[in-house]
């Protein structure tokens, strides 16, 4: 019989063995530039024999290039890491995902990941409100973006980029309080779109307008930064998307595929996210700081699934009002 | 035509002959036409209708048109003047005057718009400090009709002032000076006799300002785009970036439509050329300069205004948003950083690979096409053969028709499989390298040929009567003679090619993207900082790239380097 110590020593050795992944791996991701650069760094510190190649864009955009891939039955991506379950639930029900129950999900919360295991949430991002700091008033609630004094200075990110961006519209357009005429009134208070939350945070710090929706980590980013502007987590609640990570079926290289699941939900990679300013989703790792604790942050609920079906008509909807 | 000579063999004349037609053929024949029958044949006609049926249609194309006229009013009110001044006057320091003149031309348009972005918001690095930015809150005033306008006039209007200064400088040297003599004075001798006699090149250049305008994408993508004002050139690109290749049908009935005007304002171009008075080219002497007097500081003053207004101030906009910390931080000496530039050089890999695949599009572009040009050259100015001289005029259509045409026209052609191959050229960095040699083979022919025309023949027909082969006299009389054309023609091309943006948006895939993609994607999502500091190094590498081909210029016919005039 075995000692424990060598047990455990040889599984070791399978474990690392397992994930000794090489090759090229083909990442698909809506993070903005520099962050999804930073990932890649550091993804390939760690595995150094893989060759990351990356594209990103919008979900939206994202997506579209997936499908037209899909169409052309030559999907060129191994791991997909956007914004929204949303868009993962619907990759899902088409069979496009593959399932990895290997993944280690201890220390995350059940509702963060897929019961069949084929789609992980890494974190929470939540959506509220940036301001500059030269706006005539603070804003505390969702409400106030339609006030008089907000008249023309809202710019919002459009849902046919963005994936936080159509959650958002999904979960207002749901909330009992909110309601589902708050985008129409934002378009008659003349709210404009803008292509993703990236071009909504530097039309805030520039100046252009004075009150952006963007998801909470650009706004305290660029705060954090210098450029003068800040964020509130209205009173209603904030909209949150949990940045799912999921394999392909069609994946050309599997084992360097989980490699970099694995890497996103470990420890290492969800500190990397709360240096860059994400709300991790394990529970074992702080939040950064300026966040509210996870328990005092109040969430819109969505209902994934009706969402799902809807979100070609939000879309739609949205480029009706705000011309796309 | 001259006899050929009548040895066979793949380095015969006429085998060279062959080949190159097929490759114009291939290049511009092929694609074009393959769109061209999308238009009228392909299956399912009802798409075409439902194109043409669409309100949005019509507005983009209102837009295309009422954008690139007014642009084309700016154009000509810059570039005649500037024409004028520098061809016909004796002001000084005109050669650093035509090179910073010709600047928004050779600059790429995402880059001035992203200039001008900075340059007018209210977080202007510039005017802000002066408070002269648009308040905190009002949107930046270049979004819309007027700032896509505006910025179209300033980038073509060096294709107004090329135009005329070619006719200026054509213009009779005696009937200027008889004038002169019976003491006409500037004014009059311009109203009466030189104006009059440059109306043919003036609405040439006018023409071609209206057509490159409306085939502009960079400028109306960043001005356009946030204030949901579409032209044809940005309704194509966001149809084909939203949906993908299932739209490929309705994309290509909009650049059809989007030929057509542009097949209009070349119809024009063409008939002005035609209508050019003959006699007056080729004077000879150059004109006497007209002195500018008392009245030199203050035109000097006015020039020199207007080179900081439309250069100096959206460019020192690009390179003080480069440095800011943050956007919307006030610049100082204490806030400047260059992590911006760290950013783009070192840790962003979209940006190192678009420059690896820009530097490789733009040179493999840059030494295939003068080798190209070099036989096309011969046959065209010294054989004066009329079927390649028609194929000539056919490879200039892939680059005076709109860049998104062509794209749209090669992913028609090559999103199927290669016969015998197997192979798609789609969603690969090869349909790019196509596109490019397609667009561009005209720019290294335009120079080559020029350069033909000022070349002896004696000695190619030495080296024939001695019996070299025609290809052994190529490479060894002809190459070395014309490698001063063929390299400004190389440089003319790479320059190009380097800040090649309308092709290259439609084109790109996963892992191809080029310099003008990146700059134009991190301005549109939101990260000018890094887009600004991109911008500055692509503008000062093509500022060392023009002062290089510069340092060729001695050695070159006139007219060969556009910024040289």
């Known amino acids: ?324 | 035509m001259s006899p050929l000579p009548r040895r066979g063999g793949w380095d015969s004349e006429p085998a060279v002959f062959l080949a190159l037609l097929l490759v114009i053929a291939l290049l511009a024949v092929l694609p074009l036409g393959r769109l061209a029958l999308e238009g009228v044949a392909a299956p399912g006609r009802s798409l075409l209708t439902s194109v043409l049926a669409a309100r949005q249609t019509w507005v983009a194309a209102e837009h295309t048109v009422v954008t690139a006229l007014l642009g084309t009013l700016l154009s000509v009110a810059i570039g005649v003047p500037a024409a004028v001044l520098l061809a016909l006057s004796d002001l000084r320091g005109k050669a650093v005057l035509v090179f910073a003149f010709m600047l928004p031309l050779l600059i790429p348009p995402q880059i001035i718009a992203t200039a001008w972005i900075e340059l007018c918001g209210p977080a202007s690095p510039l005017l802000r400090p002066l408070g002269l930015a648009p308040r905190a809150g009002v949107p930046n005033p270049l979004y819309g009709a007027g700032g896509i306008s505006l910025l179209l006039g300033i980038e073509h209007a060096p294709l107004v002032f090329l135009a005329l200064n070619a006719g200026l400088r054509a213009l009779p040297r005696e009937l200027i000076e008889a004038a002169q003599a019976s003491g006409a004075g500037f004014w009059r001798c311009l109203r009466d006799i030189i104006l009059p006699m440059t109306g043919a090149p003036l609405a040439a250049g006018a023409s071609l300002a209206f057509v490159s305008a409306i085939g502009n994408f960079g400028t109306p993508a960043l001005l356009g785009i946030p204030g949901g004002y579409n032209v044809l050139t940005t309704l194509i690109y966001r149809k084909l970036a939203g949906f993908g290749p299932t739209v490929l049908s309705e994309v290509a009935d909009l650049s059809l439509l989007l030929a057509i005007i542009a097949l209009i304002g070349l119809f024009f171009q063409g008939w002005a050329m035609r209508r050019r008075d003959t006699s007056m080219t080729g004077a000879g002497a150059p004109l006497r300069a007209f002195p500018l007097g008392r009245w030199h500081r203050p035109i000097a003053a006015a020039c020199w205004g207007v080179v900081v207004l439309i250069v100096a101030l959206p460019l020192g906009s690009l390179l003080a948003t480069s440095l800011e910390p943050a956007y919307g931080v006030p610049l100082s000496l204490a806030t400047a950083t260059l992590d911006n530039y760290r950013y783009v050089l070192f840790a962003d890999a979209a940006a190192g690979r678009a420059a690896l695949n820009s530097l490789f599009l733009a040179g493999a572009a840059a030494l295939v096409l003068p080798l190209l040009a070099l036989p096309l050259g011969l046959f065209i100015a010294w054989r004066g053969s009329r079927i390649m001289r028609l194929a000539g005029q056919l490879a200039e259509l892939p680059y005076a028709l709109p860049g998104v045409v062509l794209a749209i026209a090669c992913i028609l052609v090559l999103i199927r499989p290669l016969p015998l191959l197997g192979l798609s050229l789609y969603n690969t960095i090869w349909i790019m390298l196509v596109a490019y040699l397609a667009r561009f083979l005209t720019l290294a022919l335009r120079t080559v040929t020029a350069g033909y025309h000022q070349l002896d023949r004696a000695m190619e027909e030495a080296a024939q009567m001695a019996g070299a082969g025609f290809v052994r006299r190529l490479r060894s009389i002809l190459a070395p003679l014309l490698a001063p054309v063929a390299t400004a023609g190389a440089i003319l091309v790479f320059l190009t090619a380097l800040n090649e943006l309308t092709l290259s948006i439609l084109l790109w895939s996963t892992g191809n993207e080029t310099l003008g993609i990146v700059v134009f994607s991190l301005e549109q999502g939101g990260d000018n900082l890094s887009a600004a500091a991109l911008a500055v190094l692509v503008v000062a590498a093509t500022v060392l790239l023009m002062l290089l081909a510069g340092r060729l210029a001695r050695r070159l016919p006139r007219g060969a380097l556009p910024w040289q005039v």
């Open chain 1, 1 to 324: 019989m075995m000692k424990p110590a060598l047990l455990a020593f040889a599984l070791l050795l399978l474990a690392s063995a397992a994930h000794a992944a090489s090759g090229k791996l083909v990442l698909y991701t809506s993070q903005p530039d520099k962050i999804a650069a930073e990932t890649v760094a550091a993804f390939t510190r760690k595995e150094p024999g893989v060759s990351l190649e990356i594209f990103r864009s919008g979900t939206t955009e994202v997506m579209n290039r997936l499908q037209a891939e899909l169409l052309a039955g030559d999907p060129r991506p191994d791991v997909l890491f956007i914004a929204d379950a949303l868009t993962m639930e619907e990759l899902k029900a088409d069979h496009r995902l593959m399932a990895y129950p290997g993944a280690d999900v201890v220390a995350f919360p059940a509702d963060a990941y897929d019961k069949d295991f084929t789609y992980f949430g890494s974190k929470l991002i939540t959506t509220g409100i940036i301001y500059n700091t030269a706006a005539s008033r603070k804003p505390g609630s969702w409400k106030d973006l339609l006030l008089p004094q907000a008249k023309g200075q809202v710019i919002l990110p459009s849902p046919l980029y963005s994936g936080a961006a159509l959650i958002h519209m999904a979960a207002m357009s749901g909330d009992a309080d909110v309601g589902k005429y708050y985008y129409a009134a934002l378009a008659a208070n003349g709210a404009v779109p803008a292509r993703g939350n990236g071009a909504v945070t530097s039309a805030v710090a520039g100046g252009e307008k004075m009150y952006g929706i963007v998801v909470e980590f650009m706004a305290l980013n660029a705060k954090a930064k210098g450029s003068p502007v800040d964020f509130v987590f209205p009173a209603e609640g904030v909209t949150a998307v949990t940045e799912p990570v999921a394999i392909l079926k069609t994946a050309k290289n599997p084992a360097a595929a989980k490699a970099f699941v694995d890497f996103i939900l470990s420890k290492e990679g969800q500190e990397l996210a709360v240096r860059q300013g994400f709300f991790p989703a394990r529970r074992d790792v702080a939040p950064p700081p300026g966040f509210p604790s996870g328990a005092s942050l109040k969430i819109i609920p969505l209902d994934l699934h009706r969402a799902a079906a809807e979100s070609d008509a939000l879309k739609k909807r949205f480029a009706a009002l705000f011309g796309g």
